[in-house]
């Protein structure tokens, strides 16, 4: 029966994970085509549609490993792209021109990362930060793209990136990270390498994205400072204050001007939905813009600024590439990835709830429902980040669940963006186990509405819902029937000594020191709190993560077994932080999700 079990899973997962996705618009080829990221062929790679509405789709990268990030020239005629090796984050720039026919590497260290900045006016440099000098911190370097050495134009002891470039070409602007919602905005003059911050702050604040305006000379910028929940603002280079253009319930996370500078499109997120709006920096004017309901991402103006390109993802679209065409008014689908024979109208729709927490803080989860009655054998599936947000976007893995009879709850516990910087902090340190108690609040909410069958409940989590698995599974082992972990810490203090050196700073910021706070992470590490987890557990890793090291599998494993407890795992060479490639998904995930559905549906 096990057999059979794993056998059926199998093959209708395929299905499932065969579903295809679109993402990363970039006008190209003088806005005649469109370029985007798509995993047709079963790994992340560049492609490219004409607009005109004839002909098919067409390949320009072919690799093995995944393309993470394109970013259009200023003329839009040249691509670059960022790539890296089996999972390892190493990322290097290439770049494609005459139509995508030519390609040429910009980078050749393969372990050193290259953060994709941006271009010259004239198409004839790039900008970007890598670690080479010191594999900690990211420097700002200057390199022609007919392959010359490139020049180290800033160097500084923290996480540089670019952000843009002036129209005169004299000028970067840049943002440096201290921690993950301490972020400082500057300028950096190349011809005499003078930097000088826009906006001195106490405190945290964020500045990004960012960028120059042609018409008035001013930056535009995403930002929260003096603000619980980020949004557009503007300033003058000089003034000592910024102006605040927006002030919706929601959090702006999103913003990019037209070439010409008249109009600027932003992203507003409200209750995990996106809203897309239109302003114009003369009039200040705003309208929202008509788009199908979902998550909006990777704004993309074209040259004129008569069309919008962006990606856009719903629980009942797969992820695609749309656009706004201003002068019809209208949206419009411009990629079409298969569903893999699977009815769209079969994907199920989510409902917002709320619960009220220990101390009174009010926690969003997300429900789908299969086609059954409650109450439901349930999988309470949790995000990573923490600084990230379970959103209604197309979940290959939660359409499955669901077609399974399985009920699925994604809650938004503390420390989740999208709903506030206060609300983000609420984790911090040594309020950390406090994420817990606000899933184990859900969990009791949905037994309460009468959802979840309590003697059929687990916990599927990746990276920081990694952890929060084994934290749920130890803090409440009477509750579960099974967990999957996917790439989690098991042991903080080892985590954060292990962790990638450019990440070092920033993750201490979020979860402690591991020196100053060692006894308080240690107490609340999975390893040193395994006795009392009683759930079978299937744990999944890949052997290059640079971010959670496999390392922490091969701790809990360990020490489970010696245990005499009930573990599973699987690690995969050619993956890092999580699974990529089409056929590791395949394998890793249907061996997890019939491990789960063996304890949920017997």
């Excluded at 290259?114 to 000098?133: E, K, Q, V």
């Excluded at 926690?363 to 059954?372: A, G, K, M, Q, S």
């Excluded at 954060?496 to 070092?504: A, F, M």
């Amino acid at each position: 029966m096990s057999d059979q079990i794993d056998d059926d899973v199998k093959a209708e997962l395929i299905r499932y994970l065969s579903i295809k996705s679109c993402s990363g618009a970039a006008y190209f080829n003088s806005d005649k085509s469109i370029a985007f990221v798509t995993d047709l062929t079963g790994v992340p790679n560049v492609w490219a549609l004409d607009i005109s509405g004839n002909g098919w789709p067409y390949q320009l990268t072919f690799g093995e490993d995944r393309v993470s990030a394109i970013k259009p020239s200023s003329s839009r005629e040249i691509l670059a792209f960022t790539s890296d090796t089996g999972g390892n984050e190493r990322f290097q720039i290439s770049i494609l021109s005459r139509r995508g026919r030519f390609r040429r590497r910009l980078t050749f260290n393969n372990q050193v990362i290259h953060n994709l900045g941006c271009w010259s006016p004239d198409d004839r440099f790039l900008a970007y930060t890598s670690n080479a000098r010191d594999s900690r911190f990211y420097d700002v370097y200057v390199k022609t793209i007919d392959g010359s050495n490139a020049e180290l134009v800033y160097q500084q002891d923290g996480n540089n990136y670019v952000l843009d470039w002036s129209q005169d070409g004299q000028t970067l602007l840049c943002m440096r990270a201290d921690g993950p919602f301490d972020q400082h905005l500057y300028l950096l003059r190349l011809r005499e390498g003078k930097v000088t911050e826009l906006v001195h702050h106490e405190g945290s604040a964020v500045f990004s994205p960012a960028q120059f305006c042609k018409i008035d000379g001013r930056i535009y910028m995403v930002t929260d400072i003096g603000k619980d929940k980020p949004q557009c603002a503007r300033m003058r280079p000089g003034d000592t204050m910024v102006e605040y253009l927006t002030n919706f319930e929601g959090e702006v996370e999103d913003m990019v001007l037209s070439s010409d500078g008249s109009k600027i499109c932003i992203t507003v997120n409200q209750d995990g939905f996106s809203k897309l709006w239109l302003v114009d920096t003369g009039s200040l004017n705003m309208v929202q813009l008509n788009t199908p309901p979902g998550v909006i991402s990777s704004l993309s103006w074209s040259g004129t600024g008569r069309r919008l390109a962006f990606t856009l993802s719903s629980s009942r679209l797969n992820t695609e590439i749309w656009q706004f065409d201003f002068d019809k008014d209208l949206p419009s689908r411009v990629t079409w990835s298969s569903t893999a024979g699977i009815e769209p109208g079969s994907f199920v729709e989510p409902e917002l709830f709320h619960t009220i927490s220990f101390d009174g803080l009010r926690i969003p989860f997300f429900l789908y429902r299969p086609h059954t009655q409650p109450p439901y054998p349930t999988i309470f599936y949790i995000h990573g980040g923490p600084e990230s947000q379970f959103r209604p976007s197309f979940n290959q893995l939660v359409q499955f669940m669901v077609s399974r009879g399985l009920a699925v709850v994604a809650p938004n516990f503390r420390g989740s963006t999208g709903y506030g910087r206060m609300f983000t902090h609420l984790d911090d340190t040594y309020k950390r186990m406090d994420t817990v108690k606000d899933v184990l609040a859900v969990v009791e909410e949905c037994k309460k509405m009468g959802i979840s069958d309590p003697r059929r409940l687990a916990v599927f989590g990746g990276s920081y819902g990694g952890f929060m698995v084994l934290a749920c599974m130890y803090s409440s082992p009477d509750t579960w029937r099974a967990g999957v972990d996917v790439v989690g810490i098991a042991n903080f203090v080892t985590f954060l000594k292990n962790t990638g050196p450019w990440r070092r700073k920033l993750r201490i910021v979020e979860y402690g020191d591991p020196d100053k706070d060692a006894e308080f992470l240690t107490s609340i590490s999975p390893v040193t709190n395994a006795h009392r987890i009683k759930a079978p557990l299937f744990i999944i890793h890949g052997r290059n993560d640079p971010r959670v090291p496999v390392s922490e599998t091969e701790q809990i494993v360990k020490t489970l077994q010696e245990q005499n407890k009930e573990v599973y795992f699987m690690v995969f060479d050619d993956e890092g932080h999580g699974l990529v490639k089409l056929k590791n998904r395949i394998e890793g995930y249907s061996a997890s999700l019939s491990f789960l559905i063996r304890h949920l549906l017997p």
